[in-house]
């Protein structure tokens, strides 16, 4: 049987796994939306059209076409307002000093508005000491077609977020990776329905993911800000969602 959110709020070594935790617990949500949007002005609107629903607000900065420097103040605004995390879904990838720069300087200046960030393994543990001062998710698994982060590769990555629990909070992943309680798990490619899209990304439903797999956060991105009505179809998957991890730690 898998423990509480609450629980393992004092099980983890991470400040900001433990108030995500915390948020979780209190805010009855285990949804993350990934809005990939291209217009800053779209992807601030339905931020806090959908923030009352979430516990995680995942972003891709770099495909804003029109992005302007008082963008994080802005969602920070929106996260403050609707207690949610903002992740920056960068996926860091490069040698220590390189990824320190990417998260602290350049345009986006991600540091400075991003609560968590995450990053592959394949440059070994020097990405972990190059982004230190971030909130850490591992690319331990991924949900597309052909992927080759599985088997002695997702070992790995759970073996350095164990070394280095105080940078790293938890992972991206199909399924639960590590006995620790401290760790958080987030999956992408869920849906309310099995299936798959034309660019080989694989969906799992809710229940599956949750219940079967024994992950913590579900990712949902297109089916619901594409929805005729993105905040219902939200709601829905937070219900779905919270009663699969109900279910789950019964």
Same mark, same amino acid.
């Given at each position: 049987?898998?423990?509480?959110?609450?629980?393992?709020?004092?099980?983890? =070594?991470?400040?900001? *796994?433990?108030? @995500?935790?915390?948020?979780?617990?209190?805010? /009855? +949500?285990?949804?993350? #939306?990934?809005? !990939?949007?291209?217009?800053?002005?779209? =992807?601030?609107?339905? *931020?806090?059209? @959908?923030?009352?629903?979430?516990?995680?607000? /995942? +972003?891709?900065?770099? #495909?804003?076409? !029109?992005?302007?420097?008082?963008?994080?103040?802005?969602?920070?605004?929106?996260?403050?307002?609707?207690?949610?995390?903002?992740?920056?879904?960068?996926?860091?990838?490069?040698?220590?000093?390189?990824?320190?720069?990417?998260?602290?300087?350049?345009?986006?200046?991600?540091?400075?508005?991003?609560?968590?960030?995450?990053?592959?393994?394949?440059?070994?543990?020097?990405i972990i000491e190059g982004l230190k001062d971030a909130s850490l998710l591992l690319l331990a698994e991924m949900s597309s077609a052909g992927t080759v982060a599985k088997g002695t590769y997702t070992r790995k990555a759970v073996l350095l977020a164990e070394k280095n629990p105080k940078t790293v909070m938890g992972f991206i992943c199909l399924k639960k990776i590590s006995q620790k309680p401290g760790f958080i798990h987030f999956t992408p490619?869920?849906?309310?329905?099995?299936?798959?899209?034309?660019?080989?990304?694989?969906?799992?439903?809710?229940?599956?993911?949750?219940?079967?797999?024994?992950?913590?956060?579900?990712?949902?991105?297109?089916?619901?800000?594409?929805?005729?009505?993105?905040?219902?179809?939200?709601?829905?998957?937070?219900?779905?969602?919270?009663?699969?991890?109900?279910?789950?730690?019964?």
């Amino acid at each position: 049987m898998k423990l509480s959110f609450l629980k393992r709020s004092s099980l983890t =070594l991470h400040p900001t *796994a433990q108030k @995500l935790f915390k948020l979780m617990s209190e805010k /009855k +949500t285990n949804l993350c #939306i990934a809005l !990939d949007v291209t217009e800053q002005n779209q =992807l601030l609107e339905m *931020a806090d059209e @959908l923030g009352p629903e979430l516990c995680v607000l /995942k +972003t891709h900065v770099d #495909i804003l076409k !029109d992005f302007t420097p008082d963008f994080g103040d802005k969602l920070k605004q929106i996260a403050k307002k609707h207690r949610f995390f903002i992740f920056e879904d960068r996926k860091f990838a490069d040698i220590g000093q390189t990824v320190s720069l990417q998260y602290h300087k350049g345009i986006y200046q991600i540091a400075k508005w991003a609560d968590i960030v995450n990053a592959h393994i394949v440059p070994g543990p020097g990405i972990i000491e190059g982004l230190k001062d971030a909130s850490l998710l591992l690319l331990a698994e991924m949900s597309s077609a052909g992927t080759v982060a599985k088997g002695t590769y997702t070992r790995k990555a759970v073996l350095l977020a164990e070394k280095n629990p105080k940078t790293v909070m938890g992972f991206i992943c199909l399924k639960k990776i590590s006995q620790k309680p401290g760790f958080i798990h987030f999956t992408p490619g869920v849906k309310l329905k099995r299936g798959k899209d034309s660019l080989g990304q694989r969906y799992r439903t809710v229940e599956e993911v949750l219940i079967k797999n024994q992950s913590d956060i579900i990712i949902v991105g297109r089916d619901i800000t594409t929805a005729q009505k993105p905040l219902k179809q939200a709601a829905l998957y937070r219900e779905r969602a919270w009663e699969a991890h109900v279910q789950a730690i019964s």
